[in-house]
């Protein structure tokens, strides 16, 4: 079964710097894009950023370029999002998505449950 | 940036009813589109992809069409727990964006 558990949320002050972090079991990590998509408080998806599986590629929304950073670790099955400077703008719920790609479509097919970051 | 315009941005139906969701993307996409299921509190839940592909195990009430810039999600028979909000999402080119989503509420 597909797992991905985020941790790390919580509430911080603008800013400050938060790291997410997101646990993943049930696949082989090592062969899938995974993303960052965030929701606001009563608002709408959005996208945050992709990573490649081998983590050599990575693409970002223009609200957050340069200031998150996107990595992962493959030998831990592990996900993670370097939050910095962040703004009151950024609270949101953050969920952990594997990002499946096929040869003819992509999409996020498995979520995790998603983790809440407060900045204030 | 594609910008996606999903319409209506809320709906009153219901159970039996019949019900479609539009999602207009700003420049073609072929079929490079998804839809999604939330419940509050819940993760999003992956419907449909590749435009009109069913997920596995969603029920086959649901059904996606469209190509291009134009896309459909249909519900034939409202069932009670269909009540939720829905969001087109396109992946054809980065950044990646989401529909503002539908509200599907019971009349």
């Known amino acids: 079964e597909v797992q991905l558990v985020e941790s790390g949320g919580g509430l911080v002050q603008p800013g400050e710097s938060l790291r997410l972090s997101c646990a993943a079991s049930g696949f082989t990590f090592r062969n899938y894009w995974m993303s960052w998509v965030r929701q606001a408080p009563g608002k709408g998806l959005e996208w945050v950023a992709n990573i490649k599986p081998d983590g050599t590629e990575k693409y970002y929304v223009d609200s957050v370029e340069g200031r998150f950073t996107i990595s992962r670790d493959n030998a831990k099955n592990s996900l993670y999002l370097q939050m910095n400077s962040l703004r009151v703008e950024d609270t949101a719920v953050y969920y952990c998505?594997?990002?499946?790609?096929?040869?003819?479509?992509?999409?996020?097919?498995?979520w995790g449950q998603g983790t809440l970051v407060t900045v204030s | 940036d594609i910008q996606m315009t999903q319409s209506p941005s809320s709906l009153s139906a219901s159970v039996g009813d019949r019900v479609t969701i539009t999602c207009r993307a700003s420049r073609g996409i072929r079929n490079d589109l998804g839809w999604y299921q939330q419940k509050p509190g819940k993760a999003p839940k992956r419907l449909i992809y590749?435009?009109?592909t069913l997920q596995s195990g969603v029920p086959s009430r649901f059904s996606g069409s469209g190509s291009g810039t134009q896309f459909t999600l249909t519900i034939s028979s409202l069932q009670p727990e269909d009540f939720a909000t829905y969001y087109c999402l396109q992946h054809n080119s980065y950044p990646i964006t989401f529909g503002q989503g539908t509200r599907l509420e019971i009349k």
């Open positions: 590749a435009a009109s």
């Open positions: 998505a594997r990002y499946d790609c096929t040869s003819t479509s992509c999409s996020f097919d498995y």
